[in-house]
Antibody, heavy 121, light 107 residues
Framework: QVHLVESGGGLVKPGGSLRLSCSVAGFTFSDYYMAWIRQAPGKGLECISH????????FYSDSVKGRFTISRDNAKNSLYLQINSLRAEDTAVYYC??????????????WGQGTLVTVSS | SYEVTQPPSVAVSPGQTASIPCSGENLGNNYVSWYQQKPGQSPVMVIYQDGKRPSGIPERFSGSSSGNTATLTISGTLAMDEADYYCQAWDGNSILVFGGGTKLTVL
């Protein structure tokens, strides 16, 4: 069955960096677009980045553009999010999700359990 | 950037029908998905492409879309359906977007 596991979260000081990873299993990773979504404490969902199956198409939300970088390694069945210049407002649970839309309208049909990033001095 | 809007809360009595709207400019021109999130859990997709149900999602969940509004409908609502619900859309030109979420309370 489809399985997504995020890792790399933790406590980091403002201005610091982290690299989040999402390891997947149970499907052909290279066939699917993928996304990172975050949820601040008590708040709603925000899609912060979305990447095509071959990495040729990448989107970022305005809130993270220029600070966050999404990437993937299809040989390792892994998705990554490099997050730099962290701010208090980046504190959130970060989820990776599979986009089952095959490049058409996105539909996030499988989600990981999330990894918590806390930005605090 | 594209925006979609949901009411913050909806209340329904057990066994009744709950309707959760999601509005956005020309929303009917693009597919909408819906997600259910219970406290402490990851979101689960309950509707995709406006009105299709993934396997394992009960038939009481349905969706529709027309004009500027998409609607998630839960027929015969159960106590276990109490959760936050999010609509999601994409305009094709930028990042996909979520509505602010609707807390469904089953009274």
């Amino acid at each position: 069955q489809v399985h997504l596991v995020e890792s790399g979260g933790g406590l980091v000081k403002p201005g610091g960096s982290l690299r989040l990873s999402c390891s997947v299993a149970g499907f052909t990773f290279s066939d699917y677009y993928m996304a990172w979504i975050r949820q601040a404490p008590g708040k709603g969902l925000e899609c912060i980045s979305h990447i095509s199956s071959g990495s040729s198409s990448i989107f970022y939300s305005d809130s993270v553009k220029g600070r966050f970088t999404i990437s993937r390694d299809n040989a390792k069945n892994s998705l990554y999010l490099q997050i730099n210049s962290l701010r208090a407002e980046d504190t959130a649970v970060y989820y990776c999700a599979r986009d089952g839309g095959y490049g058409g309208d996105p539909m996030l049909d499988h989600w990981g359990q999330g990894t918590l990033v806390t930005v605090s001095s | 950037s594209y925006e979609v809007t949901q009411p913050p809360s909806v209340a329904v009595s057990p066994g009744q029908t709950a309707s959760i709207p999601c509005s956005g400019e020309n929303l009917g021109n693009n597919y909408v998905s819906w997600y259910q999130q219970k406290p402490g859990q990851s979101p689960v997709m309950v509707i995709y492409q406006d009105g299709k149900r993934p396997s394992g999602i009960p038939e009481r969940f349905s969706g529709s879309s027309s004009g500027n509004t998409a609607t998630l409908t839960i027929s015969g609502t159960l106590a276990m359906d109490e959760a936050d619900y999010y609509c999601q859309a994409w305009d094709g030109n930028s990042i996909l977007v979520f509505g602010g979420g609707t807390k469904l309370t089953v009274l």
